[in-house]
C-alpha cells in the first residue's frame, strides 16, 4: 500500500495550535497582572544572555515554538538556534542562546522549558521505540491517545522522534473500532448483508461506499467549499476469523488487536495468501519490552499509545551569564 495517512510536519496548523496553548499558558502565569517577583528584583532596564540547555539525553523537539513563546510574550529577546528538531541532545548541550530584556527572560521561562521539554520527552521516547523496531519492515505508530489541544504538536514531536503518524482525527480516515462493530452488531441484520454492518467485511465496505458518495461533496452556508474526504479504511478486528472474513472487503489496514504473537504470524500468513496489499497493524498494551517481538512477526505497523500519553519531558533549563548589564 502506498497511501499513508497525513504525517504531521511544522506548518501553519502546528504554529496555530502551539501559539494558543502559549496564549493560555500566559494567562495562566500572569492572568491581568504581572510577574511580580521579576518586577521587584529585576531592573527593566536589565539585560542579559542564557543559554537553553538539555540536562539529560534525547532527541530535540519543539525548537520553533520558542520564536513563538517569545513572540506572544513580547519578549525583547533574540533567540539564535545551536541545533534542529530531531537531534539527538548530551546533558549540557547548548540547544539555543537566548539575549535581551532579563525581566522578558524570566517571565517566558517556564513556558518556553515547558513546551520544549514536553515535546522533547515524546520525541525521546519514539526514538527508543524506532530503534528497538530497528531492522524489521515495521513501523511506529502514534495514536489519538494525546494530550486535549496539543495533539499536532505532539504527533509533530512523534515525527522528530522517527515514528510515523496515524489518523490526526475522526475526519481524515475511516477506522472501524470494535464498538462500532457492537453497535452494528445489535442489529437485525444479517452477517455479510451490504445494506447493513452486522459484520466485518459488510461494514469496510459499507464506509467505502460512504466516502466514495461523499468525494468532492460541497457545502452551503458558511462552511467550508469543499469537504476533505478520506481515502484510508482501517478495521478493526480481535481474531483470525474477523480477519479472513475483513480481507476480501478490502480496508487499506487492518488493526490486530491484543493478538498474541502466534495469532499475529498467522495472520501475516493469512494476509499473505489472500490481500497482500493489505496492511497489518498490531496493536495494544504495546511496551519497550515487548514491540521488537511484534515486529519480528512481520506486520508493517505497531501503534503506541504510550509516546505521547506515558512520555516524561526531557529535563531542560536555562543556563544564565553572569555577565548581565544595564541598557
Known amino acids: 500500500m502506498n497511501d499513508d495517512f497525513r504525517q504531521i510536519e511544522w506548518d501553519a496548523d502546528v504554529a496555530d495550535d502551539c501559539r494558543q496553548i502559549v496564549r493560555l499558558a500566559i494567562r495562566e502565569d500572569l492572568d ?50 545551536q541545533l534542529a528538531d530531531g537531534e539527538a541532545l548530551e546533558p549540557g548541550e547548548t540547544i539555543a542562546v537566548l539575549e535581551g530584556a532579563v525581566r522578558d527572560l524570566l517571565t517566558a ?24 523496531v530497528a531492522g524489521t519492515k515495521a513501523r511506529i505508530y502514534d ?56 459484520a466485518v467485511a459488510a461494514a469496510v465496505r459499507q ?6 458518495a461523499n468525494a468532492g461533496r460541497t457545502t452551503t452556508g458558511d462552511g467550508p467549499a469543499r469537504v476533505e474526504v478520506p481515502s484510508l479504511v482501517e478495521v478493526e478486528v480481535d481474531t483470525l476469523d474477523q480477519l479472513a472474513e475483513a480481507l476480501p472487503a478490502g480496508p487499506d489496514i487492518v488493526l490486530l488487536d491484543n493478538m498474541s504473537r502466534d495469532d499475529l504470524r498467522s495472520a501475516v500468513a493469512v494476509r499473505d495468501a489472500t490481500a497482500p496489499g493489505v496492511e497489518l497493524e498490531a496493536s ?44
Open 32 to 81: 491581568r497582572s504581572y510577574d511580580w517577583t521579576t518586577v521587584a528584583l529585576v531592573p527593566q532596564d536589565a539585560r542579559g544572555s542564557a543559554k537553553v540547555v538539555a540536562r539529560g539525553s534525547g532527541v530535540l523537539a519543539g525548537l520553533p515554538a520558542l520564536q513563538l513563546v517569545l513572540d506572544e510574550f513580547h519578549a525583547n529577546v533574540t533567540l539564535t538556534s
Open 143 to 198: 495514536t489519538r491517545k494525546t494530550t486535549p489541544a496539543w495533539r499536532r504538536l505532539e504527533k509533530y514531536a512523534v515525527r522528530c522522534g522517527g515514528g510515523h503518524n496515524h489518523r490526526l482525527g475522526l475526519f481524515d480516515a475511516v477506522l472501524i473500532k470494535d464498538n462500532h462493530l457492537a453497535f452494528a452488531n445489535a442489529k437485525t441484520a444479517p452477517r455479510g448483508d451490504d445494506e447493513g454492518v452486522a
Open 109 to 132: 521561562e517556564r513556558t518556553l522549558l515547558n513546551l520544549l521539554g514536553r515535546l522533547s520527552g515524546i520525541a525521546t521516547l519514539t526514538r527508543r521505540y524506532v530503534e528497538a
Open 207 to 212: 464506509a467505502r461506499k460512504l466516502l466514495q
Open 284 to 327: 495494544g498494551g504495546v511496551t519497550l519490552a515487548t514491540v521488537a517481538e511484534l515486529a519480528a512477526t512481520g506486520v508493517e505497523r505497531i501503534s503506541v499509545g504510550a509516546l505521547t500519553h506515558a512520555a516524561t519531558s526531557l529535563d531542560v533549563a536555562l543556563d544564565w551569564a553572569l555577565d548581565w548589564g544595564r541598557d
